[in-house]
C-alpha cells in the first residue's frame, strides 16, 4: 500500500510557473512514479513518469521541453516542474504510483493514486 499526497497546485497566468509535489509513504528509489492530469470532460493523461532506478523519464507530447519530473529519494517526494504554462494545461493534476514493471504514461497502468491538486492557468 502507497500514501501519496499531491500539494503545490494553484491559480498562475499564461506563461508562469508551478511546481508540484508528491509526498509517498514508501521509499520513491524502488517505484514507478508518475504525474498525470484530468480536465472537466476529458479523459485522464499522462503527464510524466520516472523510472527508477535508471535515470529515464517520458513525458507527454504536450508537455515535453516545458514540464521536468524529480524526486528526491530521502524525502520520499517526486516533484513536477512546470513552466511556460498555456490555459490547455488547466486541470487536476494526479500522482500516482506503480511497480517498475508497468512505469508508463497509461494512467491504467497504475494501482495508486492520491486526491490531486488543481491547477488553473488564465489567459
Known amino acids: 500500500q502507497v500514501q501519496l499526497v499531491e500539494s503545490g497546485g494553484g491559480s498562475v497566468q499564461a506563461g508562469g510557473s508551478l511546481r508540484l509535489s508528491c509526498a509517498a509513504s514508501a521509499y520513491t528509489a524502488r517505484i514507478c512514479v508518475g504525474w498525470f492530469r484530468q480536465a472537466p470532460g476529458k479523459e485522464r493523461e499522462g503527464v510524466a513518469v520516472d523510472v527508477p532506478g535508471g535515470d529515464r523519464t517520458m513525458y507527454g507530447d504536450s508537455v515535453k521541453g516545458r514540464f521536468t519530473i524529480s524526486r528526491d529519494v530521502a524525502k520520499n517526494i517526486v516533484y513536477l516542474e512546470m513552466n511556460d504554462l498555456k490555459p490547455e494545461d488547466t486541470a487536476m493534476y494526479y500522482c500516482?504510483?506503480?511497480?517498475?514493471?508497468?512505469?508508463?504514461?497509461?494512467?491504467?497502468?497504475?494501482?495508486?493514486w492520491g486526491r490531486g491538486t488543481q491547477v488553473s492557468v488564465s489567459a
Open positions: 500516482a504510483a506503480e511497480t517498475p514493471v508497468s512505469c508508463t504514461l497509461v494512467p491504467e497502468m497504475f494501482l495508486y
